[in-house]
């Protein structure tokens, strides 16, 4: 069984940056897609970016596209988002996700086997 902990959310003005952190433990999860996925208040879960288990592949919500980069270290079976020129509109609990398979803009999350308890990140205008 996969366990995800996921670090680094806070409170940052609009134009600044945050680095969220997702440890995973249990399990084979460096061989698993890892895919970071936020809800805002009153709206449903949606994709944000993902990452093959190899770290070859990438994708990205076009509304983060040229703001965050999604990354792993293997060795350290750790994911990053690095969230740059935060928006209000980026408020919202994010949450990280593990599956063997692909995860993309696609992945309906309820069909996601393993998920993290989430990390506020908060951007005021």
């Known amino acids: 069984q996969v366990q995800l902990v996921e670090s680094g959310g806070g409170m940052v003005q609009a134009g600044g940056s945050l680095r969220l952190s997702c440890a995973a433990s249990g399990g084979a999860s460096r061989t698993y897609a890892m895919g970071w996925f936020r809800q805002g208040p009153g709206k449903e879960r949606e994709f944000v970016a993902a990452i093959s288990w190899g770290g070859g592949n990438t994708y990205y919500a076009d509304s983060v596209k040229g703001r965050f980069t999604i990354s792993r270290d293997n060795a350290k079976s750790t994911v990053y988002l690095q969230m740059n020129d935060l928006k209000p509109e980026d408020t919202a609990v994010y949450y990280c996700?593990?599956?063997?398979?692909?995860?993309?803009?696609?992945?309906?999350?309820?069909?996601?086997?393993?998920w993290g308890q989430g990390t506020q990140v908060t951007v005021s205008s």
């Open positions: 996700a593990a599956d063997r398979n692909r995860i993309t803009g696609t992945t309906v999350p309820g069909r996601l086997g393993h």
